[in-house]
């Protein structure tokens, strides 16, 4: 990948991540921490809600070549994501509690701006 594209992409990803933190506190989540680096992975996005805590993955597209963004969420993410929420939350004295995992799918045009924004709760299932 070139460094024009990596750096597109970071801004992309950037710019999608801004979108669904605002639209998340807007729908009433309280946003606790953004792009969380952890030995096991990275993730996006931790809220708490009324009842739990609420790990966002968020994806991103441009255009359709590389699929819909939620496709890019299978079993291998899902159980990175997993294990870095647990890791998280036990380094941050929140572990246990009540965790659902959902995703924001953000379509942005031509010129990164987001044009939809698809919100989807309990994405890996057996959330709280």
Not at 65 to 92: H, Q
């Amino acid at each position: 990948m070139s460094t024009k594209a990596s750096g597109e992409s970071v801004a992309r990803g950037r710019v999608s991540e801004e979108y669904a933190a605002a639209h998340l506190s807007h729908h009433g989540y309280l946003v606790v921490a953004r792009n969380q680096r952890t030995p096991l992975g990275e993730l996006d996005i931790i809220c708490r809600s009324a009842e739990c805590v609420v790990v966002v993955e968020v994806k991103a597209r441009s255009g359709s070549t590389f699929g819909e963004p939620l496709e890019a969420i299978g079993p291998r993410k899902e159980r990175r994501l997993r294990a870095a929420a647990a890791w998280w939350l036990s380094e941050n004295g929140l572990f246990p509690c009540a965790v659902r995992f959902d995703a924001m799918a953000v379509t942005l045009d031509g010129f990164g701006q987001p044009t939809r924004l698809e919100h989807i709760t309990d994405v890996m299932g057996g959330g709280a």
